[in-house]
């Protein structure tokens, strides 16, 4: 199968370099030049446009920051749309509100292009190892054209529902993990002020019910202070926005999602917004008077 | 003066006609033909579009709900662009984001049209005793202009800065009120689950340092058990949504507000948007409730 990929950033180039690993033939296109240096030996092929890649490929893969850059991706001028390629199918990676994923399908859909919503979880860790989780919303036939090339990315495939549900459980998915890393650098800020060993501390909750891949992962991190990005602030940011902004057209409150968001905005406002989102543990220190 | 008024909602209507009570001469449009009824009665005219009305006009006012609609009526078709004359002046009195507020300045500025962001305060008592409470965020020489006419409709009439500081000023005026709103209904749900009247607890503290116009106006609504709105509770959402949106984009962090919008959502899903926004003492009551859930 011909395969385009378009995003090649902290995500999306190890997604593209495991799906070259398994010995597809890829068609690229990035706006900087040096983002497409890792796949000089791939045999990968790159082209002028994202319309370029489209004629080239039955699938295009996308996994590029926020809404404008998917719309811009496939529908300004040069875009994926202007292939004009009916039957093509165009598998979204980034994470978007809902609402604006089922409105760039329907766009798409007019020319006869499918377009899947296939936000992935998992960080920079699971793009490298291949070990993400992907949450897919669209047409059922598509998604089983495209799950080979999930599974060749990721361990876990779920096709959710339809256009706009992979969003939604994305959503869901960073409301579980921004609260959760929020609580982790809380009970370890809580740990280091009480005067405890947040080693020991981490070591004893890792056996009850307070486990989760983020006290160990992050919170290990945390423990380090190792803030090399796998996720980055700015991004967690930009999701809980997304979040949010959808419970306020739902009519649904999210206080802790609420709470936690201006957290973030914290991280961003004062600097912090390039670096993982677990450096959200200084912002809990600074509230509380630790001296970093 | 030559005067326009696009808009005429629940403040804009009671605005126009202080306008045309101060002696001016209005050109007036509104969307439904009857909401512009109570002008004419007072000697307004009325214009098929908002381009006649600027064509008429040498300062026109637009009190309409979001920054789309503003978009809508300055560059839509006959839109005041088209009508406007270099020179003449559009008040924005909506409440809008800082930044959609600049670009249309922006966009107008292009053509020779000045503009003012010129949100209120005050509600719709306030507008109809011409008391509001106006910001205003554009050139000081455009304000000085339209000075006597904003004296018109309100008592303080306050330069903040430059295009969109006035919305600035606004997003603060409701991130205090509604915050505010919440702390009395929260107020008010202790004090009657204490088996205290509310309504004596809101007396004695109208004396102390608690004391806040809102205490007075919104406390005693909830009280009273009088929901009907002065203000409707969807208008405040709508401005939150904005607010919170212009936090992220400024990275500043804004913990409190952040929970009087999800208190907002709940009220919204309650489906009283349309009723006051002291409903904000019945989310927080239906949550105190015994649930029958299963």
């Given at each position: 199968m011909e395969i385009g990929f378009?995003?090649?950033?902290?995500?999306?180039?190890?997604?593209?370099?495991?799906?070259?690993?398994?010995?597809?033939?890829?068609?690229l296109w990035a706006r900087r030049a040096a983002a497409l240096e890792p796949f000089k030996d791939t045999g990968a092929r790159t082209h002028a446009s994202p319309a370029e890649v489209a004629r080239h490929a039955q699938v295009v893969l996308t996994c590029v920051a926020d809404a404008p850059d998917v719309e811009q991706v496939c529908l300004a001028a040069g875009g994926i749309a202007e292939?004009?390629?009916?039957?093509?199918?165009?598998?979204?990676?980034?994470?978007?509100?809902?609402?604006?994923?089922?409105?760039?399908?329907?766009?798409?859909?007019?020319?006869?292009?499918?377009?899947?919503?296939?936000?992935?979880s998992g960080g920079a860790v699971g793009a490298v190892n291949a070990t993400l989780t992907f949450m897919v919303g669209g047409d059922a036939a598509a998604f089983e054209t495209v799950r080979p090339l999930y599974e060749k990315m990721g361990k876990s495939v779920t096709h959710v529902g339809a256009s706009g549900a992979g969003q939604v459980?994305?959503?869901?998915?960073?409301?579980?993990?921004?609260?959760?890393?929020?609580?982790?650098?809380?009970?370890?800020?809580?740990?280091?002020?009480?005067?405890?060993?947040?080693?020991?501390?981490?070591?004893?909750?890792?056996?009850?019910?307070?486990?989760?891949?983020?006290?160990?992962?992050?919170g290990g991190k945390m423990l380090?202070?190792?803030?090399?990005?796998?996720?980055?602030?700015?991004?967690?940011?930009?999701?809980?926005?997304?979040?949010?902004?959808?419970?306020?057209?739902l009519g649904l409150a999210l206080p802790g999602a609420a709470a936690v968001a201006q957290m973030f905005n914290a991280m961003v406002g004062c600097g912090l917004g390039e670096e993982?989102?677990?450096?959200?543990?200084?912002?809990v220190e600074r509230l509380g008077g630790i001296a970093q | 003066m030559k005067l326009g008024f696009i808009g005429l909602g629940v403040m804009g209507r009671p605005m126009a006609l202080n306008l045309v009570r101060a002696g001016h001469e209005l050109s007036v449009y509104a969307r439904r033909a009857q909401a512009a009824q109570p002008l004419l009665d007072a000697g307004a005219r009325c214009c098929p579009s908002p381009a006649e009305v600027a064509a008429a006009a040498q300062v026109i006012?637009?009190?309409?709900?979001?920054?789309?609609?503003?978009?809508?009526?300055a560059f839509g078709q006959r839109g005041i662009l088209e009508g406007a004359r270099p020179g003449s002046v559009l008040v924005v009195t909506s409440t809008i984001a800082p930044a959609q507020a600049r670009a249309i300045g922006e966009r107008l500025a292009a053509h020779g049209i000045e503009m003012l962001d010129a949100p209120v305060s005050g509600g719709e008592r306030g507008a109809i005793e011409a008391s509001l409470a106006i910001m205003v965020g554009g050139k000081a020489e455009v304000l000085d202009r339209v000075r006597p006419l904003l004296d018109a409709l309100g008592k303080t009439v306050v330069h903040v800065g430059a295009t969109g500081a006035g919305q600035v000023a606004k997003a603060c005026n409701q991130m205090i009120m509604?915050?505010?709103?919440?702390?009395?209904?929260?107020?008010?749900?202790?004090?009657?689950?204490?088996?205290?009247?509310?309504?004596?607890?809101?007396?004695?503290?109208?004396?102390?340092?608690?004391?806040?116009?809102?205490?007075?106006?919104?406390?005693?609504?909830?009280?009273?058990?009088?929901?009907a709105a002065g203000v409707q509770a969807r208008l405040h959402h709508k401005d939150f949504g904005i607010l919170m949106n212009e936090a992220v984009h400024l990275g500043t962090p804004l913990p409190v507000v952040a929970q009087v919008w999800q208190q907002l959502n709940a009220l919204m899903a309650h489906g009283w948007g349309r009723d006051d926004t002291s409903s904000l003492l019945r989310v927080l009551e239906g949550l105190a409730q015994p649930c029958g859930c299963p």
């Open positions: 378009i995003g090649l950033g902290l995500m999306g180039r190890p997604m593209a370099l495991n799906l070259a690993k398994a010995g597809h033939h890829l068609h292939s004009g390629k009916r039957g093509l199918i165009v598998s979204d990676s980034s994470t978007i509100a809902p609402a604006a994923a089922r409105h760039i399908g329907e766009r798409l859909s007019a020319q006869g292009i499918v377009f899947l919503d296939a936000p992935v459980a994305k959503a869901c998915n960073q409301i579980v993990v921004a609260i959760t890393m929020e609580a982790v650098a809380e009970a370890l800020t809580f740990a280091k002020k009480s005067g405890v060993d947040g080693a020991k501390v981490r070591a004893a909750l890792l056996g009850g019910f307070a486990y989760s891949r983020i006290l160990e992962h992050h380090e202070r190792d803030w090399k990005p796998g996720f980055k602030a700015w991004m967690q940011q930009k999701d809980l926005r997304i979040v949010l902004q959808s419970a306020h057209e993982d989102n677990m450096a959200v543990v200084k912002l | 006012f637009a009190m309409v709900t979001t920054g789309d609609d503003v978009e809508d009526i509604v915050a505010c709103i919440e702390a009395c209904a929260e107020a008010m749900a202790l004090a009657a689950r204490s088996g205290v009247d509310p309504g004596r607890v809101r007396q004695a503290l109208s004396g102390g340092s608690a004391a806040s116009r809102v205490l007075d106006f919104f406390g005693t609504k909830m009280v009273e058990r009088d929901f």
